[in-house]
Nanobody, 123 residues
Framework: QVQLVESGGGLVQAGGSLRITCAAS????????MAWFRQTTGKEREFVAA????????YYADSVKGRFTISRDNAKNTVYLQMNNLKPEDTAVYYC????????????????WGQGTHVTVSS
């Protein structure tokens, strides 16, 4: 099982960009599907983006498609989420997650989670 640590969150103005990072430790990172989810206070955690073990296939939530890009560097055991044209509704705690169940948007398929990084977008 991998251990995940997110970083790179912060405060950004609407229209700005931010890249958040998830560093993984443990064995066989390259065999895991990786994903980002987010959660705001009082709401359910929601899917943002996922990437296959090779990086060749990605999924996005409709709300971020065209603005966010998920990528990974298996040599560095790291996954990234580049967020452009940020909107106030993107404000949330962003969580990194790992799965061996195949590429998915379903939270229950992801067994390893980080502690989250806060992203705040001001209007």
């Amino acid at each position: 099982q991998v251990q995940l640590v997110e970083s790179g969150g912060g405060l950004v103005q609407a229209g700005g960009s931010l890249r958040i990072t998830c560093a993984a430790s443990g064995r066989d990172f390259s065999t895991y599907v990786m994903a980002w989810f987010r959660q705001t206070t009082g709401k359910e955690r929601e899917f943002v983006a996922a990437i296959s073990w090779s990086g060749g296939t990605t999924y996005y939530a409709d709300s971020v498609k065209g603005r966010f890009t998920i990528s990974r560097d298996n040599a560095k055991n790291t996954v990234y989420l580049q967020m452009n044209n940020l909107k106030p509704e993107d404000t949330a705690v962003y969580y990194c997650a790992a799965s061996r169940n195949g590429l998915s948007r379903v939270e229950a398929n992801f067994r390893s989670w980080g502690q989250g990084t806060h992203v705040t977008v001001s209007s």
